[in-house]
């Protein structure tokens, strides 16, 4: 896992110790419900629309051929058509330091050599707190925004933004957005953003962010603006603390049903998918399954044939072959049919 996600995540094992235990049991049920059904069968659509997160082991040198081959196997005339390269952290000060990413040159050309067609986007994050990375500074916005332009004279199709948390409704992102988003077009530069989770209902983003110290969801109208902005949003729908596969299917039915009517139709949406296997408080690696996600994703999405929508995997080098095996044949197989979850608890 990246630092950001690391770091995230057990700040949320404490602040979910804060959660009345009430709230889980009432939302569990009702993700449990909406979780349950068969998903209709999702017509053909076209390769590349999907996405996948890469560590940062090929950009440092650790992966080489043998791992670019490895990979290419599962992308090659797949629905995975952009990869989002970890290639950060930025430093607090918003800057980029290239001693992080020396073999970015190498890594793109042969993702691209292998996979023609992929679209490569370089992965840049970083905390947004208090004595980290402040985004209301206009000092530290311009230096991500030169660490874009500096990520793309390197080679990469785009850039993919990861900070969290974010507050919803902060003007700062909002700021960065425009700029880089005027600083990359010149280059046909991508801009995309993983982005936090929507509030399942009204009032659960001021009371359930207020309760656990930290943002956990956006309003839609917020992710509206920040959508508005990019060019394709990642919605990170794991990491809930669900405890059944049904409970954590519903919670990303939710979701997707959120995200497809915030997002605007001409930014391209994608929902996350769980394919690392922790397991703590806020992720229950036997509920947060890929399969669950994608059995989720589908009971979202129904009919819907809205043209720009995937998934994104998280992460290729935690990924394992169930996790493929799930990817493969319940989202890209077009008439596939996913049996009812078993809706075990999780944990010991």
């Known amino acids: 896992m990246s630092v950001l996600h690391t770091r995230r ?165 909002l700021e960065l957005l425009d700029r880089t988003r005027a600083a990359i077009a010149p280059a046909h530069g991508v801009l995309s953003m993983s982005v936090h989770h929507i509030e399942p209902a009204r009032g659960v983003a001021l009371v359930g962010n207020a309760l656990l110290g930290s943002t956990k969801w956006w309003t839609p109208g917020y992710l509206t603006q920040v959508a508005r902005r990019v060019d394709q949003v990642a919605v990170m729908s794991y990491d809930t603390a669900q405890p059944t596969e049904d409970a954590y299917a519903g919670y990303v039915r939710r979701q997707t049903e959120l995200a497809l009517a915030a997002v605007p139709p001409a930014t391209r949406l994608l929902m996350g998918l769980p394919a690392y296997h922790d397991d703590n408080l806020t992720h229950h690696a036997s509920a947060e399954t890929v399969a669950a996600a994608v059995r989720g994703v589908r009971l979202g999405l129904g009919a819907n044939t809205r043209s720009g929508f995937g998934v994104a995997l998280y992460v290729d080098f935690a990924a394992t072959p169930a996790d493929w095996t799930s990817y493969h044949r319940a989202w890209e197989a077009p008439s596939a049919s996913i049996p009812p979850t078993s809706g075990r608890a999780a944990g010991p």
Do not use: C, K, M
């Open 9 to 173: 995540r057990w700040r949320g094992v404490l602040a979910l110790l804060s959660v009345p235990p009430l709230f889980l049991v009432v939302s569990g049920a009702w993700f449990s419900l909406l979780g349950s059904g068969e998903p209709a069968a999702r017509p053909p659509r076209p390769a590349g629309q999907d996405a996948l997160w890469l560590g940062h082991a090929w950009v440092d040198g650790r992966n080489g051929e043998p791992e670019l081959a490895a990979l290419a196997a599962h992308l090659r005339g797949g629905g995975i058509g952009e990869v989002y390269l970890h290639t950060g952290p930025l430093a607090y000060d918003g800057t980029l330091a290239p001693s992080l990413y020396p073999r970015a040159a190498w890594a793109v050309g042969a993702l691209h050599r292998a996979v023609p067609g992929l679209r490569v986007h370089a992965w840049l994050g970083q905390r947004v707190e208090p004595g980290e990375l402040d985004l209301g500074s206009p000092s530290v916005r311009a230096n991500v925004v030169e660490a874009a332009g500096q990520v793309l004279a390197a080679g990469f199709d785009g850039v993919h933004y990861n900070f969290e948390p974010v507050p919803d409704g902060d003007p700062g992102l």
